[in-house]
């Protein structure tokens, strides 16, 4: 059982090393001994703190969603400026970081876990959900401002781009801001042409 409400020292500390755990040896490997081990504490210090390890694992989530927040809302302050295909490789780079992408892994691996973020978050998967909400609302901003076509229908659009940049995000040999670029350019190039079977313009000034 816990007995108090982790240091402010603390938190970030055990998150940082869970964070390292699950980029270095992947999320079968984030265990509350791995996270202690790698922090450096003692091995017994999560449960202390945590109700549980699944617990635990939810504020992991729960700070990532709070990221994307905060990044959606410097990209929809962007609306309007750049272009939108600009827009939407920067905020996917950052969304879809690779914290996040090994913390949708964990969430996919951990039926606890989705059980108790299912009290707090999106119906759908963390993270992800999350993020194509986010660049729902984008391109939605976009639309009123007639630089996507006024029938785009953005729910659907968001989850093709979001979806599209995960799957590369999960290549190795295919995760660079350049990788989100050609995509975007290619899926946007689509979207305003949908008859259309070319790839898309290759510099991202020429998309919107």
Do not use: W
């Not at 970030?12 to 980029?23: C, F, G, S, T």
């Amino acid at each position: 059982m816990p007995t108090g409400t982790p240091t402010v020292e603390l938190v970030p500390r055990l998150r940082e090393a869970a964070h390292q755990v699950l980029l270095r040896d992947g999320a079968a490997a984030l265990t509350s001994r791995a996270v202690t081990t790698e922090a450096g504490l003692a091995k017994g210090i999560l449960h202390r703190h945590f109700a549980d390890f699944d617990t635990f694992l939810a504020t992991l989530v729960l700070a990532q969603i709070d990221r994307i927040e905060d990044l959606a809302a410097a990209l929809r302050a962007n609306a309007g400026g750049a272009t939108v295909a600009e827009n939407l490789a920067d905020a996917l780079d950052a969304m879809l970081d690779p914290v996040t992408v090994a913390l949708i892994v964990l969430v996919c691996s951990r039926k606890p876990l989705r059980h108790k973020l299912k009290l707090t978050t999106l119906i759908g998967t963390p993270l992800l959900a999350q993020a194509t909400t986010q660049i729902g609302a984008y391109l939605t901003a976009e639309r009123g401002l007639g630089r996507i076509p006024i029938d785009t229908d953005v729910d659907q659009l968001a989850i093709t781009l979001v979806g599209s940049a995960h799957l590369v995000r999960l290549d190795a040999h295919a995760s660079t801001p350049a990788d989100f670029q050609h995509l975007l350019n290619h899926l946007l190039a689509l979207q305003s042409d949908p008859s259309s079977t070319r790839p898309g313009p290759s510099r991202l000034g020429d998309v919107v």
